[in-house]
């Protein structure tokens, strides 16, 4: 039988080398002190992870050796990071990773998992690209991210059972952006509707979500669809030109399209908000929403994830 404290081990070890990249890009990005949501940071860590895992598909598997150097490259930006994040890094993050991994091991895998998602991730981290892929299983012409995640966590003695922590990463981090927000309003004495929907949403996705095997690729992006919808409310609430809240946005839509192609739709009510903002004259100058990092590295996500599903499908 698997050794539950190795495969804890390296649960703790892939959850502090995530957020070693993403304090890392974070920092990058904003050029200025980092951590003051870890939610937040582990999201933007898995953002870029997902770019380098589809760019260097191109030329390497994603093996032993080559995961193996990747993770202890987040490691050491994790312990770089450490002093400034001791009192930051709190109890909260502790509970929900705890919590989380309990959940992990009570239950059953996703219908699709030994269909297509499975093989997927292994063809990952066996092969390099191949292109016409897509003829091998049909399930091989829907790619998503969430398996080129996977494919960076297939490490030596744990192997394949690494398989299901993208998706206890991205419902980590999300409860935590949530929790954190809820208990700084809290704080405050700020009471406003805003306060209940972050309620009713850490509610709702830990009573509906809670089965993490299960998730696949579709309950992953829509808990981060929640999670858009709250960074959407509080842009029209301040209607500030905050850098930061808009570079959420562009985070937030590159991990849900990359997850599941079809929630592109979802994008769709970007439109009419920025049309209230423009009839109301507080709509700033859109290179400001354009000319950043976050929204090139966007572009060049869509970019990726479009080149690999034409060479897989041919479309």
Same mark, same amino acid.
């Given at each position: 039988?698997?050794n539950i404290s190795?495969?804890f081990?390296?649960y703790?070890?892939?959850i502090s ?6 304090l890392? &890009?974070?920092?990058f990005?904003y050029?200025?002190n980092v951590?003051k949501?870890?939610g937040y ?12 895992s589809y760019?260097?598909?191109?030329f390497?598997?994603?093996n032993?050796f080559?995961?193996?150097i990747?993770i202890f ?5 994790f312990l770089?990071f450490i ?9 909260i ?7 989380? &991994?309990?959940?992990?091991?009570l239950?059953k895998?996703?219908?699709?998992f030994?269909y297509?998602?499975?093989p997927?991730?292994?063809?990952l981290?066996e092969?390099?690209?191949i292109?016409?892929v897509?003829?091998?299983?049909h399930?091989f012409?829907?790619?998503s991210s969430i ?5 960076l966590?297939?490490?030596p003695?744990?192997?394949y ?10 419902m ?5 952006i949530i929790v ?7 704080k ?11 309620l ?5 996705i830990n ?6 095997q299960?998730h ?6 829509q808990i981060l669809?929640?999670?858009?919808f709250?960074e $959407?409310?509080l842009?029209l609430?301040f209607?500030e030109n905050?850098?930061t ?5 562009? $985070?937030?839509?590159g ?6 192609? &079809?929630y592109i739709?979802?994008?769709l009510?970007v439109?009419?908000i920025f049309?209230?903002?423009?009839k109301?004259k507080? $709509?700033?100058f859109i ?6 990092k976050? &929204? ?8 990726l994830?479009?080149?690999v599903n034409?060479f897989?499908s041919?479309?």
């Amino acid at each position: 039988m698997f050794n539950i404290s190795i495969f804890f081990l390296y649960y703790v070890l892939i959850i502090s080398s995530v957020l070693g990249y993403g304090l890392y &890009f974070e920092r990058f990005l904003y050029n200025k002190n980092v951590g003051k949501n870890l939610g937040y940071s582990g999201l933007i860590g898995i953002f870029f992870l997902i770019i380098y895992s589809y760019l260097s598909h191109f030329f390497i598997s994603h093996n032993y050796f080559h995961n193996s150097i990747l993770i202890f490259i987040g490691l050491i930006l994790f312990l770089k990071f450490i002093p400034n994040l001791f009192i930051k890094f709190n109890i909260i993050l502790v509970i929900i990773f705890s919590l989380l &991994f309990i959940g992990l091991l009570l239950y059953k895998t996703h219908d699709d998992f030994p269909y297509y998602h499975f093989p997927y991730i292994y063809y990952l981290v066996e092969n390099k690209l191949i292109v016409g892929v897509g003829q091998f299983n049909h399930g091989f012409k829907t790619q998503s991210s969430i398996f080129y995640l996977s494919s960076l966590f297939f490490l030596p003695f744990i192997k394949y059972y690494t398989f299901y922590f993208s998706s206890v990463l991205l419902m980590g981090f999300s409860n935590l952006i949530i929790v954190t927000r809820i208990f700084h309003k809290i704080k405050k004495k700020d009471i406003d509707y805003i306060l209940y929907f972050y309620l009713l949403t850490i509610v709702f996705i830990n009573i509906f979500f809670y089965r993490i095997q299960e998730h696949g690729t579709d309950r992953s992006a829509q808990i981060l669809v929640f999670i858009l919808f709250i960074e $959407l409310m509080l842009f029209l609430k301040f209607y500030e030109n905050n850098n930061t809240r808009v570079n959420n946005l562009y $985070l937030l839509i590159g991990l849900i399209i990359s997850l599941k192609s &079809f929630y592109i739709l979802y994008t769709l009510v970007v439109i009419p908000i920025f049309y209230i903002l423009y009839k109301e004259k507080k $709509l700033f100058f859109i290179k400001d929403y354009l000319n950043n990092k976050f &929204f090139i590295s966007l572009i060049f996500l869509l970019i990726l994830l479009t080149t690999v599903n034409f060479f897989n499908s041919g479309c």
